[in-house]
């Protein structure tokens, strides 16, 4: 008779999206409370900080995400004051994001939170099982069957 993997490996999918879900409500709402916005804004506003002038087009493709929901990402950032759109400079119908004063704040009033919650994932794992597991979904993340 054949061995069989155990229920856990067969169900690995099933794991990461249960895990995601988790990891993501127990982040957004510590983000929230520290810098009042969430992991997927925070994302957009860590992006444009390290690339002053993207291109929302740059940032769909920076985050995984349809130009739709970057559209409306941007234009909720905008509204709450953290980034301004402009005129590209060459191209007539991009848009170009700059981070405002209150998005750095923001970025700055999230960072102990994300260092916080990384401590913990890392003494949840270990050290090598953070590399590891880090390593793996960056992988899994631009994986191309």
Same mark, same amino acid.
């Given at each position: 008779m054949p061995e069989t993997e155990p229920a856990s490996d067969q169900r690995l999918y099933f794991l990461l999206q249960r895990a995601a879900h988790q990891l993501r +409500? +127990?982040?957004? #709402? #510590?983000?929230l409370a520290a810098s009042g916005v969430t992991t997927a804004q925070l994302g957009a506003l860590f992006a444009v900080h390290d690339r002053p002038g993207i291109t929302q087009q740059q940032l769909a493709r920076t985050l995984g995400l349809r130009e739709s929901a970057v559209t409306a990402l941007?234009? #909720? *950032?905008?509204?709450?004051g953290l980034v301004t759109k402009g005129a590209h400079p060459r191209e007539h119908r991009a848009v170009v994001l700059e981070l405002t004063a209150a998005g750095s704040a923001a970025l700055r009033a999230a960072q102990p939170e994300i260092d916080r919650f990384n401590?913990? *994932?890392r003494a949840l794992l270990g050290d090598q099982g953070f590399a590891r597991t880090a390593s793996a979904l960056d992988r899994l993340a631009h994986w191309e069957p």
């Open positions: +409500t +127990t982040a957004d #709402r #510590r983000c941007a234009a #909720r *950032l905008v509204k709450a401590g913990e *994932l």
